[in-house]
C-alpha cells in the first residue's frame, strides 16, 4: 500500500506540472513592423474631425483603401420633441445639424476615394442602446453597396459607453439579415481576448474577422486567439502613438491624428477580399482546466493509477465526436 500511495502521488504531481506548462507549443503571428514592407497595402481610417488634403493624400500610392466612420450610436433626432436626454432643444438642433453635415461629408468622401481607386469602408461606433435600432441606423446612414466593407467598433466593455457584446452579437446577426453579409470587428487587445475567451457565448462575434487596434511594434505572442489566427486588419498608427517628432507612418496631406492600419498582402490581394461577409472557421473550445480536476483527483479517494491516467488523457485531448454545427444569424442563440 505504500508503494501504490507513493506511485500516485508521483503521477498526480507529474500531471499537475504538465497541466500548468500548458500546450507544448503555441504558434503565434508575429509579424515585426509589417507596414515597413512596401508589399503590404495600407489603410486610412477617419472620423468627421480629420483634415485631409486630397492631392497630397493621393500621392500615397501605398494607401489601397479608406474606411470612414460613418453612424455613432442611435440617430439624432429630426423633430428635437420629446426626451433628448438633458439636452435642450437648442442644443438638439445643433446636434442635428453635425450629424447632416458629417453625412454630406461622409459622401463625398466615398464619392473621392471610390472615383480614385480606394477601397471604401464603413463602421459604426457601438453605444448602449438598441441594437436592432442601431443597426438599422448604419445601414441608413452608410447605404452600404455590395463592393464595401462593413465594419462594427467596440472600443472598449464598459457598457455606460459602449454597446455590450451581447447587444453586438443582435447588431452583428441584423445586419446579416439585412446585407446578407456580415460585419467585420474592430477592438482592442482586452476586448478581443476576452470575446475568444468566452467564444462559446459569443459565437458570432468571435468568429468575424477581426480587426485588431495595437500600437506597438509586434504582436508577437497575440495569436492564435480564440477562432483568430492573426489579424484582418492591424490599427498600428493613432494620434496615441504619432506626434510631429515621432510616428511609425506618416500620411501626406494628413495631420498626427490619423489612423494608419497594414493588411499583410498586396493591394491586389486585399482588393479580392475586400466586402469580407463571411464568419471565420469555429475552432472547438478550450479542454476543461487540468489544474482544478487535478486538485479533486489528487485529493480525494484513490482510483486505479490506469484508471487516473486514462480519464485524464481523454479529458485533455479526445477531439469532440460530433459534427460541428454551422451558426447562423438565426440560431446563434440556442448556442
Keep these: 500500500m505504500k508503494g501504490y500511495r507513493q506511485s500516485t502521488l508521483l503521477i498526480c504531481s507529474i500531471l499537475t506540472i504538465l497541466a500548468l506548462m500548458g500546450p507544448v507549443s503555441k504558434l503565434s503571428a508575429g509579424e515585426n513592423q509589417p507596414w515597413t514592407d512596401p508589399k503590404n497595402a495600407l489603410i486610412v481610417d477617419a472620423y468627421e474631425l480629420n483634415t485631409i488634403e486630397w492631392n497630397a493624400f493621393l500621392q500615397d500610392k501605398r494607401i489601397a483603401g479608406f474606411i470612414s466612420k460613418a453612424s455613432d450610436g442611435l440617430p439624432e433626432s429630426f423633430s428635437c420633441t420629446g426626451d433628448h436626454a438633458g439636452d435642450t432643444v437648442a442644443h438638439c438642433k445643433t446636434m442635428w445639424r453635425k450629424y447632416a453635415v458629417s453625412r454630406e461629408l461622409f459622401q463625398t468622401r466615398r464619392m473621392l476615394a471610390k472615383t480614385n481607386g480606394l477601397l471604401w469602408g464603413a463602421y459604426h461606433l457601438g453605444r448602449p442602446g438598441n441594437p436592432i435600432d442601431q443597426a438599422n441606423h448604419f445601414l441608413d446612414y452608410a447605404d452600404p453597396q455590395p463592393d464595401e466593407l462593413m465594419v462594427l467598433d467596440i472600443d472598449g466593455m464598459d457598457t455606460t459607453q459602449f454597446m455590450s457584446l451581447d447587444d453586438a452579437q443582435i447588431f452583428v446577426a441584423h445586419i446579416k439579415i439585412r446585407t446578407g453579409r456580415y460585419p467585420i470587428l474592430y477592438t482592442n487587445h482586452n476586448t478581443a481576448q476576452y470575446i475568444a475567451d468566452h467564444r462559446g457565448t459569443y459565437p458570432l462575434l468571435s468568429r468575424l474577422p477581426l480587426w485588431y487596434a495595437r500600437y506597438k511594434p509586434d504582436v508577437k505572442g497575440t495569436f492564435p486567439l480564440g477562432n483568430w489566427d492573426s489579424y484582418a ?54 479542454a476543461p482546466d487540468l489544474t482544478i480536476a487535478l486538485a479533486s483527483m489528487c485529493s480525494g479517494p484513490r482510483q486505479p493509477l490506469i484508471s487516473l491516467m486514462i480519464d485524464t488523457v481523454v479529458t485533455a485531448s479526445t477531439p469532440p465526436s460530433t459534427k460541428p454545427v454551422e451558426i447562423n444569424e438565426l440560431n446563434y442563440e440556442d448556442f
Design 233 to 286: 486588419i492591424w490599427q498600428f498608427v493613432s494620434s496615441d502613438n504619432c506626434s510631429e517628432k515621432s510616428c511609425p507612418y506618416r500620411v501626406p496631406g494628413t495631420l498626427t491624428d490619423i489612423d494608419v492600419n497594414v493588411v499583410p498582402m498586396t493591394k491586389i490581394q486585399l482588393a479580392k477580399i475586400w466586402p469580407q461577409g463571411d464568419l471565420l472557421p469555429a475552432k472547438p473550445l478550450p
